[in-house]
């Protein structure tokens, strides 16, 4: 395949409206085929038969063990990133190349201490998570073979961010496509073919990314790419790391705490309802993962243009990028609830076709989402807050809606119903609602400051970073 020697796009002078859809389109698709990796294992094993549904469930616990790699890769990925695009803006390719290759070093580090720890101490954290005597066995064979490809998981997520915010949109999404095309074609043929059930989806899955990995790192160290990959640069640097990371620390949490509300949700439910519980909360976190990955392939896509324009400082296609993106996040979510709302058996049938399970799973989907509905100007507001480089504001966000907000209404809700499940599905919506209007209010707040900054000041200067 040829590759373009430039930039596919110019994120300081083309329309931001062609930009925003040139960008985000890859973005979204990239997201959505990423999560096949663990969304078509879980579909296939959901149906292997006579054990799907423990099987399932038993896999559904190594899910916040999956979040910990991958929100380790989004503290470097997307972290680094933006701080990149916002020097690129500033043209200064030197210093954006330099903030890639420092953070492609941390990855392969921070990659060897996961996969050891993992390995280590696997069993601990599983019953953790929530598993049981039933399902143990299950969650030990997939995440056993998983840890071994964590630095494949790395490398392609982190990477990934570095090719997207130089513009190369295209590529970004092949990176994601090439592995996730390879785990639809080998899932079946491990699961099924070779009767290796939860082992294959695992060993199919650490292939798929393998190949991922390899695109991605080949294509940043050839000669079509703007930031290359040099070993000059391989030497990390505490004064180029240390602020990617600082950035890095919304993403990490969002993903990171994932894993605690899992842990949350699962100890809750399996006492108040057990192993039927946990399972259908499985399938709801499957479910809410792959919704909202097109509002994050959507930021995704923006951020590069709000950043690069920020570095310009470029006020008005700043402003502007900002507003479309926020549009198109909510109308999305929109569209998102009502679906939810109104078939919620549409999204169930895809993960299990035991009665039990999906019964229950459908009347909590429509109560666990029910504030989706403005979940898209969250994560637009916030992650505006990333692409401007605002570490503080984005951590504290990330931070309030799940950990503040959410875990403590998990043990308290309970407490005050007669129907404890319900009350335990009924702390997401309000954690969300409360969130938002926290979030839509600081960054209005914000928002207004950074426009002022940009119009009154023509120069670049380091304080707008805020970080």
């Known amino acids: 395949m040829k590759l373009k020697m430039s930039r596919e796009v110019d994120l300081g002078k083309e329309p931001v409206r062609h930009l925003l859809f040139i960008l985000a389109v890859p973005s979204i698709t990239s997201q959505v085929v990423n999560a096949l990796y663990n969304m078509v294992d879980r579909m ?3 149906h292997i038969a006579e054990v799907g549904s423990t099987a399932l469930t038993g896999v559904g616990v190594c899910f916040p063990i999956i979040m910990i790699v991958s929100a380790f890769a989004a503290l470097m990925g997307m972290g680094g990133a933006p701080r990149a695009s916002i020097s690129m803006g500033k043209k200064d390719n030197e210093t954006a190349e330099k903030i890639m290759v420092n953070c492609f070093a941390a990855l392969i580090v921070v990659a060897l201490l996961l996969t050891t720890a993992v390995l280590l101490f696997r069993e601990p954290l599983l019953y953790l998570f929530g598993a049981s005597e039933n399902t143990i066995v299950y969650a030990d064979k997939y995440i056993r073979i998983y840890a071994i490809g964590t630095i494949f998981v790395q490398l392609t997520l982190g990477m990934n961010a570095f090719i997207s915010a130089q513009g190369f949109s295209k590529i ?5 496509i090439i592995g996730a095309v390879t785990n639809i074609v080998l899932d079946p043929i491990f699961i099924f073919g070779l009767g290796m059930g939860v082992e294959g989806a695992a060993l199919a899955t650490i292939l798929s990314q393998a190949l991922s990995a390899a695109w991605a790192v080949k294509f940043l160290s050839g000669k079509n790419t703007i930031l290359r990959l040099k070993k000059k640069n391989f030497r990390i640097k505490p004064s180029i790391l240390l602020p990617c990371v600082a950035l890095g620390v919304a993403p990490f949490t969002m993903q990171a705490t994932e894993s605690i509300l899992v842990l949350c949700f699962n100890s809750s439910l399996l006492k108040c309802g057990g192993d039927l519980a946990v399972g259908a909360m499985t399938i709801l976190s499957s479910v809410m993962q792959f919704a909202m990955l097109p509002l994050q392939g959507l930021t995704q896509g923006g951020q590069p243009i709000i950043s690069y324009n ?7 296609r700043v402003k502007q990028a900002f507003k479309l993106q926020t549009i198109c996040a909510f109308g999305y979510a929109t569209i998102l609830w009502a679906a939810i709302q109104l078939v919620p058996s549409a999204f169930v049938a895809i993960f299990t076709n035991d009665p039990q399970l999906s019964e229950i799973t459908q009347w909590a989907l429509r109560v666990y989402m029910a504030g989706v509905l403005l979940m898209g100007l969250q994560i637009s507001c916030q992650q505006s807050f990333i692409a401007f480089g605002n570490s503080k504001i984005s951590a504290f966000l990330a931070v309030f809606r799940k950990i503040v907000l959410l875990i403590p209404l998990i043990f308290i809700l ?18 969300d609602i409360i969130a938002v209007m926290t979030t839509v209010t600081l960054f209005a707040l914000e928002f207004k400051k950074i426009m002022k900054d940009l119009r009154s000041d023509p120069n670049p200067s380091e304080s707008l970073s805020r970080s």
């Open 414 to 431: 309970p407490s005050f119903m007669t129907d404890k499940v319900l009350a335990v599905f009924l702390a997401e919506p309000i954690a």
């Open 172 to 176: 970004s999404m092949l990176t994601v």
């Open 310 to 316: 920020y570095g310009a400082r470029n006020a008005d």
């Open 44 to 46: 296939y094993i959901g």
